[in-house]
């Protein structure tokens, strides 16, 4: 059952990524759902699955999104590697440990792009400011969805961890 509810919550949450301006007009930042589906994916399912789905969902938006095809790939396969690896280190059912990934993946990602765009650019008058006043902004945004988005994905795999045992 799993291999079916979480690829349609996948695409529930890639469809709400992608009409936040829709949904929320006059608003430039939107929460990176996705980041924070990986995350909690990769605590529950170790570095090598972790790492295998977040290719899969950066793939997914790397093919949907007009940005450098392949950033989203690796940045959340790493996110996916990493968080897992801390698998058995950190307590699974823990909302303070999810909160603090979600931040540093989020830092992560933000860094990893101000890097490429520091190479794509050479330069980084002009932009800068504008671009940490807005990874501060995506970092508050990931942070204030992370609570809601843990109790969902939560309640599903409780639900989905249930109904598999019998």
Do not use: C
């Amino acid at each position: 059952m799993s291999v079916l509810i979480w690829p349609v919550f996948l695409l529930l949450l890639l469809s709400l990524q992608t009409s936040w301006f829709a949904l929320f007009p006059g608003n430039n930042l939107t929460p990176d759902f996705l980041l924070l589906f990986v995350v909690f994916h990769a605590m529950f399912s170790g570095s090598n699955k972790g790492a295998i789905f977040g290719a899969v969902v950066g793939l997914v938006q790397d093919v949907l999104a007009p940005t450098t095809f392949g950033f989203h790939i690796v940045t959340r396969a790493l996110v996916g590697f990493f968080i897992g690896e801390t698998k058995e280190r950190v307590f699974k059912d823990n909302a303070q440990g999810y909160f603090v990934f979600v931040g540093v993946a989020s830092l992560f990602v933000k860094f990893a792009h101000f890097v490429l765009l520091l190479i794509v650019t050479g330069s980084a008058s002009g932009w800068i400011l504008d671009y940490f006043l807005g990874t501060i902004y995506y970092l508050i945004l990931n942070l204030i969805f992370s609570l809601p988005m843990w109790l969902v994905l939560l309640k599903i795999g409780k639900w989905l961890e249930k109904r598999d045992s019998y």
